[in-house]
């Protein structure tokens, strides 16, 4: 039953679950009494079509109570992240909250070691909306397909991340049951996402990092060059026999031998609700006209049937259950709300703010003669520059 139903749902999922408990127990009653009298009539006369019958009854009220039981053999999960966005299409800075700040990173980056893109982003909107003869349609522009890349690189880099800290956390990993993935073998659709192509490019190909020379403290994995620029020696660690592959734009393909993840990445639908007063308290720079754009990440998660067989070996793919919490704690907008107390934070701001107003006030109704009292009193207290 669903953590989340509460009340009468509660009630209403419970009825329906006893009434297919009780039905599948009927049906394995009857089974098991035509079986026993096949039984007794093989015994006695050596007939034998009624307990194939019971058999038959029994076998599928078992496939009904495993089908019931059984977990879902297909998932997904849906996540809307956020940008803010100044009449420049400069990022505002969101800080902590993972997903936009990783974003703007990213562009930045891209930016400073390639000016043309930069002016691709800067000079067309992230979607062209058009109305002709009343029909709608949203087409993609250069400035929406970067931002797209963008959020795809996001979730590759995350899962790149999560897949080389799970599997080093641990001694009881087989190294012969996992591999690694580097630029050398990862496979070429990969490398249409652009953000991957130059950020994990070898820094000697790259006039930004020309400075940095070779590491004398082993192989660099990680680098900030001019300008932002960003090195990344993408990696990725899976299970012997997983493979990644990039399907179409924005959509990634994980397959191992138990489950395929499917991650697609999109612009979407404004639907996230912004709080006014946090364009201007929290974002940065602090401007009311900020406006924001909206990504939708959809990751579906469907396991093989031959998954449900293995008792062994889950070890070793474990991680994801806590990548796909990870992904949401990083993107989801308003866990990033409840996760920094914004209510409680809005609530004190405001009732500072009423706080000072009254004060004002109070300040503006007191009688002149205290007001040059207390002046008199901040004159007394002032050094005598004459001395």
């Given at each position: 039953m669903s953590k989340e139903l509460r009340g009468t749902g509660a009630i209403r999922a419970m009825r329906s679950e006893i009434g297919q408990l009780a039905i599948v127990a009927i049906v394995l009653a009857v089974g098991a009494s035509v079986t026993a009298t096949g039984i007794v009539d093989l015994l006695t006369s050596r007939q034998t079509p009624s307990v194939f019958v019971g058999l038959g009854i029994v076998a599928l009220g078992l496939a009904a109570m495993a089908w019931r039981l059984a977990p879902p053999i297909s998932d997904t999960v849906q996540l809307n992240g956020v940008i803010l966005l100044d009449e420049d299409k400069k990022i505002a800075r969101i800080d902590r909250y993972e997903f936009s700040e990783d974003i703007r990173r990213y562009l930045s980056?891209?930016?400073?070691?390639?000016?043309?893109?930069?002016?691709?982003?800067?000079?067309?909107?992230?979607?062209?909306?058009?109305?002709?003869?009343?029909?709608?349609?949203?087409?993609?522009?250069?400035?929406?397909?970067?931002?797209?890349e963008s959020v795809e690189y996001f979730f590759l880099d995350k899962l790149s991340t999560h897949l080389t800290d799970y599997f080093n956390k641990s001694y009881n990993f087989n190294d012969r049951k996992i591999y690694t993935l580097a630029r050398n073998s990862l496979p070429i659709s990969l490398f249409q996402n652009r953000f991957v192509d130059l950020f994990s490019r070898p820094m000697e190909d790259r006039e930004t990092f020309e400075s940095h020379g070779a590491s004398k403290h082993g192989r660099v994995v990680y680098a900030l060059g001019k300008d932002g620029a960003i090195f990344d020696a993408f990696e990725l660690t899976l299970p012997k026999g997983g493979a990644i592959s990039r399907l179409s734009?924005?959509?990634?393909?994980?397959?191992?031998?138990?489950?395929?993840?499917?991650?697609?990445?999109?612009?979407?639908?404004?639907?996230?609700?912004?709080?006014?007063?946090?364009?201007?308290?929290y974002a940065i720079p602090n401007d009311d006209s900020l406006h924001h754009e909206e990504f939708h990440i959809s990751?579906?998660?469907?396991?093989?049937?031959l998954a449900f067989l293995s008792g062994t070996g889950w070890q070793y793919y474990r991680w994801l259950d806590s990548f796909v919490d990870s992904l949401r704690e990083a993107v989801d907008f308003s866990l990033f709300l409840k996760r920094i107390?914004?209510?409680?934070?809005?609530?004190?701001?405001?009732?500072?703010e009423k706080r000072g107003m009254g004060q004002s006030k109070r300040r503006a109704t007191q009688p002149a003669a205290t007001h040059t009292s207390f002046e008199s009193h901040l004159g007394d207290e002032r050094p005598n520059s004459n001395k």
């Open positions: 980056a891209l930016k400073a070691e390639n000016k043309a893109l930069g002016r691709q982003w800067e000079s067309h909107p992230l979607q062209d909306i058009k109305f002709d003869d009343g029909n709608f349609s949203i087409n993609a522009t250069p400035s929406g397909l970067l931002a797209v734009h924005g959509c990634i393909r994980i397959e191992t031998d138990r489950f395929i993840l499917t991650a697609k990445c999109s612009l979407a639908n404004k639907n996230t609700h912004i709080p006014f007063e946090f364009r201007s308290l990751v579906n998660v469907k396991f093989k049937i107390g914004w209510e409680q934070a809005l609530t004190s701001e405001k009732l500072q």
